[in-house]
């Protein structure tokens, strides 16, 4: 453990940091849009609709009286469905800007309890926040 008087010495915060890297989070690398398009048609009931818009057009272009007014019913559910995926894209980049907004709240640097060698009195220093280890006494 760690007492909150002494801080964590420096063999300890180096194999703490080896265990548990970095104190920042993961920054994933940008989607293109139209992955992100593509990606809103990848769920079960997309598929289906797109099943019954392909089944529809079928029976409609199989029967001669329908023939004229096949392609109405199966446009209709395209259309949904590509309307569906805008707004599903639109939800993603507004959570994306979301998310990079609070990256900006966090802080740069933080004030640890940290001790300069294994015997040595432990001192408050300012770090870097990625420098951070689980168990480091701060200050708030």
């Known amino acids: 453990g760690v007492s909150p008087s002494e801080g964590l010495a420096p063999s300890e915060v180096a194999s703490r940091r080896a265990t548990f890297g970095p104190n920042s989070l993961p920054e994933d690398p940008p989607v293109p849009l139209w992955r992100r398009f593509a990606a809103q048609f990848d769920e ?4 289906v609709l797109l099943l019954a818009a392909i089944v529809s057009l079928a029976l409609g272009l199989s029967d001669p009286e329908e023939r004229p007014r096949a392609w109405i ?6 259309l ?6 805008c707004v599903g894209v639109w939800q993603e980049a507004s959570a994306e800007g979301a998310v990079a907004a609070l990256r900006a ?6 004030t640890a309890l940290r001790r300069d060698d294994p015997a040595g009195p432990a001192s408050l220093r300012v ?8 168990g480091d006494v701060i200050r708030v």
């Open 44 to 47: 079960a009931l997309v598929k």
């Open 73 to 78: 019913e199966p446009s209709v559910i395209l």
């Open 80 to 85: 949904i469905l590509v309307l569906n995926a």
């Open 105 to 110: 709240y966090e802080p740069d640097e933080a």
């Open 127 to 134: 770090l870097q926040a990625d420098d951070l280890v689980p």
